[in-house]
């Protein structure tokens, strides 16, 4: 059974469970209110035939009740007078003798005037309610008993018409509840079958309903926005897959052409020799570098760190000795406060990758990290960006003098996705003077209180 049969079924039950309590209800309440209106007829026509008039006991010709077959329904009462010794005198009415009981008895003898009491009795296949009312102490009573029939036949009629009532509520009720669900579920139903389609691949032709403030229109929003990441992280794995086949296929083609030359190894001289294994050397690390990175880019290890407060001036400090080191380049780092909160394995990665694009393409002159409010530049002296500065961080770009030096094109793209991954951005442009100004920036969110300018701890 699906969602929309459910709540047309739900709205149904609960359309039926109001219809038939109300109709209960309304039922008991009519039922004691003619009972209490009967009641209240049969004290004051008794109190009448009390005072002698009998006539009331009259048939009337003019009133004939429902299924009038057997009695005649214009005579509905009877009474009857009760002497204080308990026998029975008939006053008029229907021949029917009413029964006395000891009760009776005691209110005929000893009973206070105007005293009362209620009973019921059936004779043959009719009803009656009957009352007793004293006349005084030693006086007797009278005993007036009135046909129920037509009372119940008016309950019966109601009782019908509250059946077809709450009939017709139950349909009104399952009819709006099948329309009220259809609405509800109408963009539920879409949805499942876009995830269907998802689940199946296809993510090109895919057109998610949004629209709308309620719970179903925020999720379509939140669908139709995690279907368009998907698409996009699904095309960058493409791109990305397409871009390294292409990459790899430089190295692992020279190292087939050194295999090749490898099965003549003995043919050729040492300097040869010499030569040939310090290019399958330098392929081979190249190779490794290059997977490294591509793993790294993929799989996003650096967002499994978890943030924590740090100085960024001590991460650019930790990278630039380290390539120094590597390098034995002079890299001079001047530092502002720019604490915050963030993940220092990651960002000591992208720093590190900043200095070493620098060392590679600036081979002479000084390179220089600035860091301050939560901004890094690393400056240099080589040949500059020019018409390339656009696409420095994209995957395995290289410019034109560049095709020639080593390295994988991921490690400016890293840079950014690890800035992106800290709420900043990334920049490029050229330094005044000639050379390079490359680097990125962090959420102001994530800067701590002591590194924004002006402020004074208190």
Do not use: C
């Not at 719970?215 to 397409?242: C, I, K, N, Y």
């Not at 790294?296 to 380290?322: C, K, M, N, Q, S």
């Not at 034995?328 to 720093?351: D, F, M, N, Y």
């Amino acid at each position: 059974m699906n969602l929309r049969s459910k709540l047309a079924i739900a709205f149904a039950a609960v359309g039926a469970a109001v219809a038939i309590l109300v109709g209960v209800f309304s039922y008991q309440a009519a039922s004691q209110r003619i009972d209490a209106e009967l009641d209240r007829s049969l004290l004051t026509t008794s109190a009448e035939v009390a005072a002698g008039a009998t006539q009331v006991l009259a048939p009337s010709p003019v009133t004939r009740g429902p299924d009038d077959d057997d009695h005649d329904e214009a005579q509905p009462m009877v009474a009857q007078a009760i002497a204080p010794d308990g026998s029975t005198r008939p006053l008029g009415g229907r021949p029917v003798r009413l029964p006395v009981d000891g009760a009776d008895r005691a209110l005929a003898a000893t009973g206070a005037l105007a005293d009362h009491r209620y009973t019921n009795f059936t004779a043959g296949r009719d009803d009656y309610r009957v009352i007793t009312v004293a006349l005084g102490p030693g006086r007797g009573a009278v005993q007036l008993g009135i046909d129920v029939d037509e009372s119940r036949h008016v309950l019966k009629g109601l009782a019908a018409r509250i059946t077809g009532v709450s009939a017709l509520v139950l349909a009104v009720a399952a009819l709006a509840g099948w329309l009220l669900a259809r609405q509800i579920t109408r963009r539920l139903v879409r949805l499942t079958e876009v995830t269907e389609q998802v689940s199946d691949g296809r993510l090109d032709d895919v057109t998610v309903p949004t629209g709308g403030r309620d719970e179903a229109g925020r999720l379509a929003t939140s669908f139709d926005r995690m279907l368009g990441r998907l698409a996009d992280a699904r095309a960058d794995q493409e791109r990305l897959v397409q871009d390294a086949a292409h990459e790899l296929r430089t190295p692992l083609t020279s190292l087939r052409t050194n295999a090749s030359v490898l099965r003549r190894f003995a043919e050729l001289s040492p300097e040869s020799r010499a030569r040939l294994l310090d290019d399958v050397d330098g392929e081979t690390r190249e190779l490794t570098h290059l997977v490294d990175e591509l793993v790294e880019l993929a799989t996003r290890r650096y967002e499994a760190e978890e943030p924590a407060p740090l100085e960024l001036g001590e991460i650019v400090e930790r990278a630039a000795e380290r390539v120094r080191r590597r390098s034995g380049r002079a890299i001079t780092v001047e530092t502002g406060a720019s604490a915050l909160t963030g993940q220092a394995k990651a960002l000591e990665r992208a720093v590190t990758n900043l200095l070493e694009n620098a060392v590679k393409f600036a081979p002479d002159g000084p390179i220089e990290a600035v860091v301050r409010d939560g901004r890094v530049e690393v400056l240099d002296r080589g040949p500059g960006l020019g018409a390339d500065a656009p696409r420095v961080f994209d995957r395995f770009h290289r410019a034109d003098g560049a095709r020639g030096l080593p390295g994988s094109g991921l490690g400016l793209a890293i840079v950014r996705e690890i800035a992106l991954a800290h709420g900043g951005s990334v920049f490029a442009g050229p330094r005044p003077g000639g050379g390079a100004v490359i680097g990125f920036t962090v959420g102001a969110d994530l800067l701590l209180p002591n590194s924004h300018p002006g402020h004074v701890d208190g």
